[in-house]
């Protein structure tokens, strides 16, 4: 049962195109996720905080629920 509940309270992204030619700031926003490489993968807890900075680098990112 707990299993399922923190399930719940995740999520995962993944970033699924390079930094290349970003906006600075959108980086930024990208290294606050954890989030390295291409293809890296992070299972973050789910937030209005870090629902905002994958709303931001929403075209970097990809959400894997």
């Given at each position: 049962?707990?299993?399922?509940?923190?399930?719940?309270?995740?999520?995962?992204?993944?970033?699924?195109?390079g930094l290349r030619g970003v906006?600075p700031r959108h980086r930024l926003?990208?290294?606050?996720?954890?989030?390295?490489?291409?293809?890296?993968?992070?299972?973050?807890?789910?937030?209005?905080?870090?629902?905002?900075?994958?709303?931001q680098v929403n075209y970097l990112?990809?959400?894997?629920?």
């Open positions: 049962m707990a299993k399922t509940k923190t399930a719940g309270n995740t999520v995962r992204v993944r970033l699924v195109k906006q926003s990208v290294k606050a996720l954890g989030l390295n490489k291409t293809n890296d993968v992070r299972e973050l807890k789910d937030s209005p905080s870090v629902r905002g900075l994958i709303n990112v990809r959400v894997e629920e």
